[in-house]
């Protein structure tokens, strides 16, 4: 059996294994049967002040999901194709039936994210980076697959614990104005997609091109775990 497969059982061990001893537990009943193979990813709504938000954040979100397995719509295409049906307001889009949206592109589920928060704090010798992101999948039909909301910080460490105190002040002052320059959003946005679709308890299950699929579903078969996904 190649690794890849080991791996994908050792995780699908671990998550029956869990159930018992877990403070949280994701329903993944509905996904289980749905077993979704195509994504379409439409266009973020974005409640920042930054306009090039919603583009990063569609620059790191499809490869993890195709990194799971799941055949994942070119996002400029759709967002092409929408636009050519007279859809321009991600707010607009969001608020179509999800019927409507599978239809048009053949999909079987349609992921959603909304963008609450990105921003950078400065405080003159800190600056602090903020994403919160709001994901949710639906299937072709609009029943609720999944939902995550993931918030993560980043505040850069100065690296100087010698010295004295002034150059310390002078080191944090130069690091926080470096980061409120430039601050590290991507680095936070593909860890937050990673955290929430890999290694929370919200991760969602293999998709169908992935080495390990049709054992992830037979092993959930074989040990009666079909309804309820426990924290991993």
Same mark, same amino acid.
């Not at 007279?86 to 963008?115: C, K, M, N, R, W």
């Given at each position: 059996m190649r690794p890849l497969n080991l791996l994908v059982l050792s995780a699908v061990a671990v998550f029956l294994l869990a159930g018992c001893v877990t403070p949280s537990a994701y329903d993944f009943s509905r996904y289980h049967e749905e077993k979704p193979r195509s994504i379409l990813v439409v266009p973020v709504v974005n409640h920042s002040v930054d306009v090039l938000a919603p583009t990063s954040v569609l620059t790191t979100l499809p490869r993890v999901l195709a990194e799971k397995g799941y055949y994942v719509f070119p996002v400029n $295409?759709?967002?092409?194709?929408?636009? +050519?049906?007279?859809? +321009?307001? !991600?707010?607009?889009?969001?608020?179509? !039936? $999800? @019927?409507?949206?599978?239809?048009?592109?053949? @999909?079987? @589920?349609?992921? +959603?994210? $909304?963008?609450?928060?990105?921003t950078s704090q400065y405080a003159v010798i800190a600056t602090t980076t903020v994403v919160d992101f709001e994901y949710r999948i639906a299937d072709a039909q609009g029943n609720a697959l999944w939902n995550a909301r993931k918030k993560l910080t980043y505040t850069p460490d100065n690296g100087n614990n010698s010295g004295s105190a002034m150059a310390m002040l002078l080191s944090a002052a130069i690091t926080a104005a470096v980061e409120r320059a430039a601050p590290n959003y991507l680095p936070l946005t593909r860890q937050a997609n990673y955290e929430v679709f890999y290694t929370d308890y919200t991760r969602i299950p293999p998709g169908p091109y992935l080495p390990g699929y049709d054992e992830y579903y037979t092993a959930l078969e074989e040990n009666g775990a079909e309804t309820t996904q426990p924290e991993q």
């Open positions: $295409t759709v967002k092409t194709l929408l636009e +050519y049906e007279g859809l +321009y307001e !991600p707010s607009e889009i969001h608020q179509l !039936p $999800t @019927a409507e949206l599978s239809s048009l592109f053949g @999909a079987d @589920a349609v992921l +959603y994210l $909304t963008i609450h928060q990105w």
